[in-house]
Structures are given as structure tokens and as C-alpha cells.
């Protein structure tokens, strides 16, 4: 474990950094978040190895400084002042503190609460419904206002909103995700798997996927969400096969790869899917993936509306009587 | 042959006109009324078809007295006098009734052996619009048959008030019956074939106006719509391989006996192209004012897509199926069951995809009598559609399922 301590302008930031690789910089991807624009978006990388802790330059525009000359690695020491741009940065390993029991140094904002799991599994299934119930509103406010069936829209909803809840609750318990930095990767994640989640639905319940392809846009948000998955997937993966000095592109080059990917995908999987899903997306009743009523279920639910009309009949004849005599 | 003809026009005191003077004294005229002295709820023509008191007249004029015997009475106007009558016989489906009242006539009318040929010269005569008895002059234009409807089409300023009175030829002989005009025409009238009225001549007599009692009048007219319905159904099912080709789709479609219109037209700006083809039964049941059963219709539209977007295309499609208005009159004042409705998502055996929304009402005095009424949508991705609307009135459940089963199973959509 490390403290960072950023001196900022008017105040002194503390950081705890317990998983590593941990990046410093400007962008709000890194680990350590420090907002000056002397700081490159990403400055440099702490590393742990065998022998205690090194600090790496990621290539940064002004580079790091130990007293008074620029470096490209640090092995840091108990404690050590390193200057990123014009920032100075404070860097105290486990044997200081340790020797010195200096609790004050110890952040406390990332203490994390005991029951932050039940916390978090809330927070994602109050927003999932939020999301749930104003998506289909707002497509029912586009499409077929004012609503006539609110039992339909309903229902839409509580469908949308397991879907969502169901995928934040992955998220939040397998990803560890801190819900109060949620941020762009994390959102087109819960897109992509909430999709993907769609797909699993889809073989098992089909006219539960129909009513939810009912909704406007879902085609566009599902075709981000394999966007989303791609781009991801092509981030991360950079950093393994790329060498180091090309690292810097590796955004751009998901991005386009990403792009192209969706253009594929929407030109030329979904036009070879052909009527199938092209149906689904129209909201229109499809063979395959839709309901699987024949016209026997018809005749049996014409057959019940026959039935209730006859008790209709019946009760109104029994009136009718009663009433001349 | 025509030399002949044309000798009979140039005669300037053709011997048919003294011919019809003489039938006229058999046309009287009918009323229908809360009391002798009160003034008409509707009225009509009738003849004398029997010297015992028998008078040939339109089911529908005295379907008020039937339906609400105890409040609407009928009465025969001889002269000055209204004399009370019954009605002791009945054939709905053809639209004709026997009265019978309390004195007897010298005369009756005498029925032709046979129909005129077309083209003939015949005559109407009835009380039009509640004025002078009146003879229209037309011309006979042969036999029309519907399913179980069959009527003398004739060119002959028929009016309200004339249903009922005879249909004569040149030799003043009884042809038929007046019974109807098509409304947006120029004369293109109806009647009931002679024969038919025979027919019911021949059958037993019963009482079916009376005011305590509604049952026999009730279980006639149960018996009357099973069998054209029953016989409607037959004739449809029959033909249950017969299809109809419109815009890339195969729909059922009863050739024999309906009638059908086509058209092509384009949407609003262009943006759709639209193929109809409609088809109905022409001919009814009469059950009362703007109530009739026995009958059906059936439209198909294809739609094909040219700029809308699939949503805006779907959309559309779902705008149409809930804008149609529903020829099924919703609960008419105690005679029918409200209107139920419903819509169901289903995949037909050649495997389309149908959203169908249908409703379904009945007939309170005739068990197992309802009205369907049907429109569905299918869709072939964002470019064709396919609309199907239809009603099918007073049938029974199995043969309105069997129908609407053939309808649908029927659908197809044609590979290109």
C-alpha cells in the first residue's frame, strides 16, 4: 500500500492506492485524478515489483521531476517528492507509515461501509427502475399518445426495468463498481450487457423480447451496445499486443475499429437476418420470434368472448323478465 | 318476336294498362300504430293473396308489430276503416310476411307461371310515401342471386311506402314483391320472386303478432337465421381452396357468391401504395330498422411502403387497426349484447405473423346467433402489409370460427 499526497493550490489531497498498475494524470480514467493543466491526461504509472514500488512516465508532455532533473523511472523510496508539471506529489510506501503510526495520514473518504454491498444493490435497482418506468413513457409519448393502455405500458416497464436491475446488480457485485464514479465505460457496459442479457431472454421467453422490441430506439441502443462491447474489448486488449509507444492511439484505434464493426453489423448481419429481425424491430407480430399462438388460440379466445356473451345474454333476458312482470 | 314487340309500343291503348287497373283493387295499404285511430309508426303496401283474408306484404314493414307486439299494432286501411291484422306467417330471409284479418275479399291477385323476359315491361304498385296509391312502370331485368338471396333486379321508381305491393307483368299477373332501392342509384329496384312468396303460402299458420306471447314469433325467426347462415357458411367453406392474389400476398376469397370492388390507390403524399379489394354478400336478413343478419363482408388491403420509415410504417399500421370503425351497431337497445372486444398476436400455419383484434356481440332473443367482426394486420418487414377486416352477422359460433379460421389460415405470403 501507498499514500499519494497531491499538493494541490489550496489544499492537500490524500490518496490510498492498494490495486496496481495505478495511473496518475489529468483524465478522469486514472486512479489518481489530478486537475492541472500542467498534468498530462495520463502522466505516469505506479508499478509494483518484487523489490517495493516504481514510478513510471507515460510518455507525458512535461514529464516527471526528482530533485531538479527529469527522470523516466523512479524506485520509490519511504518517502519520496516527485514534481509532475508543476505539481508537487508526495509519495509515503507501508514503511513509513508503519514506523511513524501516523493515522492522521490516512484518508478517510474511501473507507469503504460495511454494508456497502446492500447499499449499492439498492442504489442500482432504484435507478433501473427509474430508467424502466421513463423509457417506455417517453416512448409512448412519441409514438401512441395520449397512452391507451396503461396495463400495456406497464407491464413494458416492469419488463425493461428486471432487465436493467438485473445487469446493474452484475455489475455492481462482480465489477465492484463504485456507483459514485460511474463513468462513460461503465455506462456503455451496462448497455452491452444488458443486451446481451436481452439475447439470453430471447431464446427462452420469445414474446417477453417482442414486447420489449416494441420499444423506440431499441435497435439503435442494441447496436450501440455492440459497439460498446467491441470498444472495450479492443482497449483493453491494446495494451498487451501494441507496443508501448503506440499506446497513446490505442482510444482512437477501438473507436474506429468499433465504428466499422457497428457499420458491419447494421449493413450486413442485420440485412442477412433478414424479415426476422427486421419484423421484430417493427414491433410486428414475427413467426419465429414472436408469440407462439396459432389461430386455434384465436378460435379458443373467440370461444371465451362467445361464452361471456352468452351469460351476458342470459343475465339481461333474466332482467328483462323480471322487470315486465 | 321483336316485330311483336314493337307493335305493342307503337299501340296507343296498350290492353296492360286496363290489366293493372284491375290488380289495383287488390293493393292495400298497411299500418303500423299504437291504436286504430293513431296516427302511423311506419307503413307499407300489401295484396290480397287469398279471398279469406290473406294479404302478401314485406317482412320489414311489419317487423315493428313483431318485435314490440305489445305496444305497436297493425291494421289494414280499407277506405276509411282500419281493420285489425296479424301477421300468421313469415320468411325473414326473404323479406316477406302473411297478414291475416277479419273479412274476407271477392278477389285476389292471380300469380304469372313464369318470369318475364328481360327487358319486359312490368309494373310496381304501392302507396308511395304515404300519398296516392301509385303504378310505376320499368322494365324486368332478370333474376339476382346471392348465396341464399334471390331477387328480381328491375328499373322501376320504387319510393318508401311501396314495399309490400305486387310486381306485375304486361298480363296483370303477380311477378313478386316490391322490397327494395338501391339508395345511390337512378331506379335500380328489387323484389321477391313470386315463387318464394308461394312457398310461404304453403306453410302453417300461426299467429305471430301477439302481445302476450313472443315465443312462437321468436323461435320462427331463430330457425329462419340458422338456416342462412347455415346455408351462407356452406357455400363459403365450399370454396375453401379458392385465393385471391393482392400486392404479394394470398388471402381466401369466396368467389361464387360475394361481389367484389378493386382499387389502387396512392396514400397521403405518396408515401404508401395501397391495393383494395373488397368483397361483400349482397343481400341480407332484415331483423328490425338498420339491423340485419345473414350477411358479410370482407376487405383486404395491401399496403406497400415507399418513404416511411419502419416506424412511421408501423405506426400507421397500428393507427389502422385501431381507427376502423366497427359496422357491428354496439348494443341496440335491448336486442343485443354490448360489444366485447379483443386483440391477439398469433402465427398462422403458413407462418405469418397477425395482430387480430375482433369483437363479438349477440342477439338477445336468438341463442347461438352473434355477430363477429374481425381486422387484422400482417407486416412482410418494413416494405408490404397486409390489412384484413371483416364481419360476418348473425352466425352462429361454429360457422363464424370456421370461417374466420379459413380466413386466416389462408393467409400467404407470396415468395418473390
Known amino acids: 500500500m501507498i499514500l499519494v499526497k497531491v499538493h494541490e493550490a489550496d489544499h492537500i489531497e490524500t490518496h490510498k492506492v492498494e490495486i496496481f498498475p495505478c495511473v496518475i494524470g489529468r483524465s478522469m480514467h486514472c486512479g489518481i485524478r489530478v486537475d492541472d493543466p500542467s498534468v498530462s491526461a495520463r502522466h505516469a504509472e505506479i508499478h509494483q515489483s518484487t523489490d517495493g514500488y516504481v514510478l513510471k512516465d507515460l510518455f507525458s508532455t512535461n514529464g516527471i521531476w526528482q530533485a531538479g532533473g527529469k527522470v523516466k523511472e523512479v524506485r520509490l523510496g519511504a518517502r519520496e517528492s516527485i514534481i509532475f508539471g508543476d505539481v508537487q506529489i508526495e509519495f509515503l510506501t507501508e514503511d513509513t507509515l508503519e514506523r511513524t503510526h501516523d493515522s492522521k495520514l490516512l484518508p478517510h473518504e474511501h473507507t469503504e461501509a460495511p454494508h456497502w454491498l446492500t447499499v449499492k444493490i439498492a442504489a442500482a435497482l432504484f435507478f433501473a427502475l427509474l430508467i424502466g418506468l421513463a423509457v417506455p413513457a417517453l416512448e409512448q409519448y412519441l409514438w401512441y399518445w395520449p397512452p391507451e393502455k396503461f396495463g400495456e405500458l406497464a407491464g413494458r416497464a416492469i419488463l425493461l426495468w428486471l432487465q436493467l436491475s438485473a445487469t446493474a446488480l452484475a455489475i455492481s457485485i462482480f465489477c465492484k463498481v463504485n456507483l459514485k464514479r460511474f463513468n462513460f465505460h461503465k455506462v456503455l457496459l451496462l448497455i452491452c450487457l444488458s443486451f446481451v442479457a436481452e439475447r439470453l431472454v430471447s431464446n427462452f421467453m420469445p414474446s417477453l423480447v417482442f414486447n420489449l422490441h416494441n420499444l423506440t430506439g431499441a435497435k439503435f441502443l442494441k447496436h450501440i451496445g455492440y459497439g460498446a462491447v467491441i470498444y472495450i474489448l479492443l482497449f483493453r486488449l491494446q495494451r498487451y499486443a501494441l507496443p508501448k509507444g503506440q499506446l497513446r492511439y490505442r482510444r482512437w484505434v477501438a473507436g474506429g475499429v468499433s465504428v466499422i464493426s457497428m457499420l458491419i453489423i447494421e449493413l450486413v448481419i442485420e440485412r442477412q437476418l433478414g424479415e426476422r429481425s427486421r419484423m421484430a424491430d417493427l414491433g410486428m407480430p414475427i413467426p419465429t420470434l414472436g408469440p407462439s399462438q396459432g389461430s386455434d388460440d384465436l378460435m379458443f379466445a373467440i370461444g371465451l368472448t362467445i361464452a361471456a356473451t352468452d351469460q351476458e345474454r342470459i343475465r339481461q333476458l333474466e332482467r328483462l323478465e323480471s322487470g315486465d312482470d | ?416
Not at chain 2, 303496401?45 to 287469398?50: A, E, I, L, M, Q
Not at chain 2, 274476407?104 to 308511395?128: C, Q
Open chain 2, 1 to 416: 318476336m321483336l316485330a311483336a314487340t314493337k307493335v305493342y309500343a307503337a299501340d296507343p291503348a296498350p290492353i296492360s294498362t286496363k290489366l293493372v287497373a284491375s290488380v289495383l283493387g287488390d293493393v292495400f295499404q298497411i299500418k303500423i300504430a299504437t291504436d286504430a285511430n293513431s296516427p302511423k309508426a311506419a307503413y307499407g303496401s300489401c295484396f290480397v293473396v287469398d279471398t279469406a283474408g290473406i294479404l302478401a306484404t314485406n317482412f320489414h314493414v311489419v317487423a315493428y308489430a313483431l318485435h314490440d307486439p305489445k305496444k305497436y299494432h297493425l291494421y289494414l286501411i280499407d277506405g276509411d276503416k282500419s281493420i285489425p291484422a296479424e301477421v300468421v306467417a313469415i320468411d325473414a330471409v326473404n323479406d316477406l310476411a302473411l297478414v291475416q284479418v277479419d273479412r274476407t275479399f271477392n278477389r285476389s291477385v292471380k300469380f304469372a307461371h313464369g318470369l318475364p323476359d328481360s327487358g319486359d315491361k312490368i309494373y310496381s304498385i304501392g302507396w308511395p310515401e304515404d300519398l296516392n296509391k301509385a303504378v310505376s312502370e320499368g322494365n324486368f331485368n332478370g333474376l339476382m342471386q346471392a348465396g341464399p338471396y334471390r331477387k328480381i333486379q328491375m328499373s322501376i321508381p320504387l319510393n318508401p311506402g311501396m314495399s309490400g305491393g305486387p310486381t306485375i307483368n304486361e298480363a296483370g299477373e303477380v311477378i313478386g314483391v316490391n322490397v327494395s332501392l338501391r339508395a345511390d342509384s337512378q331506379s335500380l329496384a328489387f323484389a321477391i320472386p313470386h315463387d318464394l312468396l308461394r312457398a310461404l303460402m304453403r306453410e302453417k299458420r300461426t299467429p305471430l303478432s301477439k302481445p302476450d306471447d313472443h315465443e312462437d314469433f321468436d323461435e320462427t325467426m331463430r330457425a329462419q337465421l340458422e338456416r342462412v347462415q347455415e346455408e351462407i357458411s356452406t357455400s363459403i367453406l365450399k370454396e375453401s381452396d379458392s385465393n385471391l392474389q393482392i400486392g404479394g400476398w394470398s388471402v381466401f376469397k369466396p368467389a361464387k357468391i360475394v361481389k367484389c370492388w378493386h382499387s389502387q390507390e396512392s396514400g397521403a403524399r405518396d408515401q404508401t401504395q395501397v391495393i383494395t379489394e373488397q368483397c361483400y354478400l349482397s343481400g341480407s336478413t332484415p331483423i328490425k330498422r338498420d339491423l340485419d343478419a345473414g350477411t358479410f363482408r370482407l376487405r383486404y388491403q395491401a399496403i406497400e411502403n415507399r418513404t416511411l420509415s419502419a416506424w412511421q410504417f408501423v405506426h400507421q399500421l397500428n393507427e389502422e387497426l385501431e381507427d376502423q370503425p366497427f359496422a357491428i351497431a354496439d348494443k341496440v337497445e335491448r336486442f343485443t349484447t354490448s360489444l366485447r372486444c379483443r386483440q391477439l398476436d398469433l402465427v398462422n400455419p403458413k407462418n405469418v405473423g397477425l395482430r387480430v383484434h375482433y369483437c363479438v356481440n349477440g342477439f338477445l332473443p336468438y341463442a347461438e346467433s352473434y355477430n363477429i367482426e374481425f381486422e387484422l394486420v400482417a407486416a412482410s418487414g418494413r416494405q408490404r402489409a397486409l390489412l384484413v377486416s371483416g364481419s360476418f352477422l348473425g352466425f352462429s359460433s361454429h360457422n363464424g370460427l370456421a370461417i374466420l379460421r379459413t380466413i386466416i389460415n389462408s393467409i400467404t405470403l407470396d415468395q418473390k
